[in-house]
């Protein structure tokens, strides 16, 4: 049962263009809502997180979008570099009590010059 | 150390052997986890030590998996009688704090063959 579908699987991007990964949850106990960023043989990497009571939330060239109505959330990333080229994952949590991450199947990003 | 760190780096055994996973966390972290992250997957939970004990050990997919803290500080994943699909990275992450939004740093892994 995957908790946590995330789409594009693998989604290729223009230096200075917009990357946007989407993702959907299902258990709607789940309050807190991260993104990593994972680069090839390095464990993944904290870059954004959100709760459900704000609808956007923005870092530098990063910003993820929330509708809680529809249990979907996505990242943005604004003026794609090269460096950013990594594997993505949304992920989503309980804030209270431990965090027991379940995260998404991953999305590989290919910004080309 | 400044970060999570993980030994071996790479790990190639035989079927049916037994193996030892090590993970050094921060120090000062209580919290500590162990995710697998099988081929163009996300990471799954293994487990979960707040300071000596397993609070949860939900993931663990059979009994083949084991995992000790004795000391509150690194933690040792032992997989016995390996098999073919238990090739994967094993992740060991770890947080100051259990609980909320406390950031998890995850190591770089232990990649895992099992021939």
């Known amino acids: 049962q995957q908790q946590v579908k995330q789409s594009p699987q693998s989604l290729i991007v223009q230096k200075g263009g917009i990357s946007i990964i989407n993702c959907a949850y299902e258990?709607?106990?789940?309050?807190?809502f991260p993104w990593y960023q994972q680069f090839p043989g390095k464990g993944p990497a904290l870059l954004i997180a959100?709760?459900?009571?704000?609808s956007e939330k923005k870092e530098g060239r990063f910003t993820i979008s929330f509708n809680k109505s529809a249990k979907q959330f996505s990242l943005h990333i604004m003026d794609s570099q090269p460096g950013d080229s990594a594997t993505y994952f949304c992920a989503a949590s309980l804030s209270g009590g431990y965090q027991k991450v379940t995260f998404g199947i991953g999305t590989k990003l290919q910004v080309i010059p | 150390g400044a970060g999570v760190s993980q030994t071996p780096s790479n790990k190639v055994t035989e079927k049916g052997k037994y193996v030892e996973l090590r993970c050094d966390p921060i120090s000062g972290h209580t919290a500590l986890y162990w995710y697998r992250q099988s081929l163009g997957q996300g990471p799954e939970f293994l487990i979960y030590?707040?300071?000596?004990?397993?609070?949860?050990d939900s993931g663990l997919p059979n009994d083949r998996f084991f995992a000790v803290r004795p000391e509150g500080s690194v933690s040792t994943l032992k997989i016995q009688r390996t098999e073919r699909g238990d090739s994967a990275v094993y992740l060991c992450a770890s947080s100051f704090r259990p609980w909320g939004t406390d950031t998890q740093y995850f190591g770089p892994g232990t990649r895992l063959t099992v021939l």
């Open positions: 258990n709607t106990a789940f309050d807190y």
């Open positions: 030590f707040q300071g000596t004990g397993a609070a949860d």
């Open positions: 959100i709760r459900p009571d704000v």
